[in-house]
């Protein structure tokens, strides 16, 4: 269980370095352009090996979120921004009072975000549709679409809500739990709906019948939830080992224990599944950053370890590129 | 941890001079840049360029403890705070007039990623000495703010005679009697009295002697030995019993206590901490605040602690010095606290 993991195949010399200059909050893929999102004001494009700034936000950029084709970032400034593959950024929306945007999601039919006690949602199917807004009971920990439809989740003090913008006069489905709940996550099948909580735990919900599932036993607040290829299992940062929750059978990880991989004396605070493979990037505290396999947790190393905390992971579409940065701005990808 | 920021939670009931004294410390040419999280009815005439509006969310944990309370935009605003690290120096949380410290304090203990990259630095609360007495008779939440600061200043001093002053010194001290008291006016207080106090810093936790022992010393000078005649009350609405100690007049709120504890005989570690956390758990509703610095048998440090409500916090400190004399002392704030059984469960924890 040696951390410095001197006999593990590695291919840290695959790492070409990227000058993201400011902490990295976030990664996310526009094709196979690898977009840093800077704690402030920018996002930082890297296209084979050229560099480039795109402004987006007047201060901090405190939500963001990709699907490979556009990139949505909430700021301090309250607004609400696109970027395109072609680096055009465009503002969404601007809070009239000028509120944070907490938290932001992009799904199939449309864009996401709140503010305080508010989430408002745009489509961007059809014609530009009207904006609409749902007061909440309490601020939103977090949002996340359906993988099908125009469909909103939205956690919060208690639970969290599902929203169907389209249906105005249809009451938002309430999931309760009693507890603050953060960032959420829909199984890529639609089947489950998994919260990180402000306690060191996940809460999960099967949809059809609103069955609970706890999963608990971390050391730390789970920060990074990442499902693998066919919604079969769920990665979870948290804990000094990688968390993967089984997913694949029709009662999810109810009455099953999570798979314990990639043990270390640091935690886990950054994990991305691989889009395509049963493999998983983790990223550590100490900046350590390894690919898994969940099958049989055979490790290569990725990064060395020796600096600040890997803040986000991201792997392209196809799976042959991987992103990475850390609080310190350290960034890079590695080509597979 | 000396890179962490130090956030200064500013407190007091309705209309006390909070704002007065936040746009004091926000005016002052100190040099130092501050982000200010304002509830979000209170935002009126600050000037400041990272102001945030909060929603003062609380919410109970899931651990059992219906005191464990945390607040959740808090921990959310920090978190985006810290996104512009390098842009501010320290935070101050100006909290509604009707709000309990606690779940601002417990805020930093209970959330890591606050906690490792802010601290708290101290509960400042402004008092109006006009209108205090009679808030402590009819507003609980006055009395929660007075019970837990750190540093209180007696605002509006103008407005009231100076034996009324010393009645109102008499009250804080019966229900707090380890703040730093300030008698102002208009807030008008030099800023290093209520920023950077360190209140919460383990290492500082050196003197937990109540402040009224202090008279005379520099810090204290507001408390005179006056001979305080005749102006005891006998029947007080709020059934509060008063008696002259040496002239000065002291008070004992009904609900709200302070007591210390002290023990010449080193503690056995395996005692006390099975005990200091059972008497938290059982009963950490009541206790608002304690603090001690501890001598364990065997061991050449100090140890010291402190809590809020079911939280505690501890480590060793420093060794002993030669010339100090070993006494474990323990202090305690809180409501209807048991305090014939903690002092006796403390005395049993003796090595």
Same mark, same amino acid.
């Given at each position: ?39 402030? =004001? ?24 990709? &699907? ?8 301090? &400034? ?16 601007? &809070? ?198 969940? =099958? ?31 609080? &310190? ?8 | ?223 005179? !030995? ?16 008063? !008696? ?5 007049? !002291?008070? !004992? ?99």
């Amino acid at each position: 269980m040696s951390d410095a993991r001197t006999d593990t195949a590695s291919i840290v010399e695959r790492i070409q370095p990227v000058a993201a200059g400011g902490a990295v909050v976030a990664v996310h893929f526009l094709g196979d352009d690898a977009v840093f999102v800077l704690g402030e =004001e920018a996002l930082h494009v890297w296209r084979d090996g050229e560099e480039r700034r795109v402004a987006v936000h007047g201060g901090a950029i405190l939500a963001s979120a990709g &699907d490979g084709h556009r990139i949505v970032t909430g700021g301090d &400034d309250g607004k609400v921004v696109t970027t395109d593959p072609q680096g055009a950024s465009e503002t969404l929306a601007s &809070d009239a009072k000028r509120r944070w945007i907490d938290h932001v999601a992009l799904g199939p039919d449309g864009i996401a975000w709140s503010c305080g006690k508010q989430a408002f949602v745009r489509s961007t199917k059809g014609k530009a549709a009207a904006e609409r807004t749902l007061d909440l009971p309490s601020s939103a920990g977090g949002l996340a679409f359906a993988p099908k439809g125009f469909r909103l989740a939205i956690a919060h003090y208690n639970g969290a809500t599902l929203w169907f913008p389209n249906a105005p006069d249809a009451k938002p489905e309430r999931l309760e739990w009693k507890g603050s709940h953060l960032d959420l996550t829909f199984s890529p099948d639609g089947r489950f709906l998994v919260t990180a909580m402000q306690e060191p735990t996940l809460h999960g919900w099967r949809l059809i019948d609103g069955k609970h599932m706890r999963m608990s036993g971390y050391a730390a607040k789970v920060r990074s939830l990442s499902w693998g290829p066919g919604a079969k299992w769920l990665a979870t940062s948290g804990a000094s080992q990688l968390v993967v929750w089984p997913f694949a059978g029709k009662d999810g990880p109810m009455g099953k224990a999570p798979k314990i991989l990639s043990p270390s004396e640091h935690r886990i605070c950054a994990v991305a599944a691989h889009p395509k493979q049963e493999v998983c990037a983790v990223g550590y505290e100490d900046g350590m950053l390894l690919l898994t396999r969940i =099958e049989d947790g055979a490790e290569v190393l990725a990064r060395a370890p020796g600096a600040a905390p890997i803040a986000a992971l991201a792997w392209n579409a196809s799976g042959n590129r991987l992103a990475f940065g850390t609080e &310190d701005g350290e960034a890079g990808v590695i080509a597979l | 941890m000396t890179d962490k920021i130090p956030v200064t939670v500013l407190t007091g009931y309705l209309g006390a001079g909070k704002t007065t004294l936040l746009n004091r410390i926000l005016s002052e040419p100190h040099g130092q840049r501050f982000a200010v999280i304002v509830n979000e009815f209170g935002e009126i005439g600050i000037d400041n360029d990272l102001v945030v509006g909060a929603d003062e969310e609380v919410f109970e944990m899931n651990n059992g403890c219906i005191c464990c309370t945390v607040r959740g935009d808090l921990i959310r605003i920090i978190d985006g705070l810290m996104r512009r690290k390098g842009k501010f120096d320290a935070i101050i949380v100006e909290t509604t007039g009707l709000a309990d410290p606690a779940p601002v304090a417990q805020t930093f203990f209970v959330d890591d990623n606050v906690g490792k990259r802010a601290k708290l630095d101290a509960v400042v609360t402004v008092a109006d000495a006009k209108w205090l007495k009679e808030r402590l008779r009819d507003a609980p939440e006055a009395k929660n703010q007075i019970a837990f600061a750190d540093v209180i200043l007696i605002n509006k001093t103008d407005l009231v005679s100076d034996a009324d002053l010393r009645e109102i010194e008499a009250r804080i001290r019966g229900i707090n009697p380890y703040a730093r008291l300030h008698r102002t006016q208009r807030c008008a207080i030099p800023l290093p009295e209520v920023l950077g106090r360190n209140a919460f810093d383990l290492d500082r936790i050196l003197d937990i002697e109540p402040a009224f022992l202090e008279q005379g010393s520099g810090h204290d000078h507001h408390h005179s !030995h006056d001979h305080d005649h005749g102006h005891a009350h006998g029947h007080d609405h709020d059934h509060d019993h008063d !008696h002259d100690h040496g002239g000065l007049k !002291h008070y !004992h709120d009904e609900h709200m206590q302070s007591f210390s504890i002290s023990s010449d005989t080193p503690l056995d570690p395996d005692k006390f901490f099975p005990w200091i956390q059972n008497l938290v758990a059982q009963e950490g509703q009541k206790i608002l605040r304690c603090k001690g610095i501890l001598s364990f048998k065997g061991d050449p440090d100090r140890f010291v602690f402190q809590g809020v409500h079911m939280i505690l916090d501890g480590d060793h400190q420093r060794p002993w010095k030669d010339d100090e004399s070993r006494v474990s002392r323990a202090v305690f704030i809180g409501r209807d606290m048991p305090e014939e059984m903690i002092r006796k469960g403390f005395a049993e924890c003796v090595a």
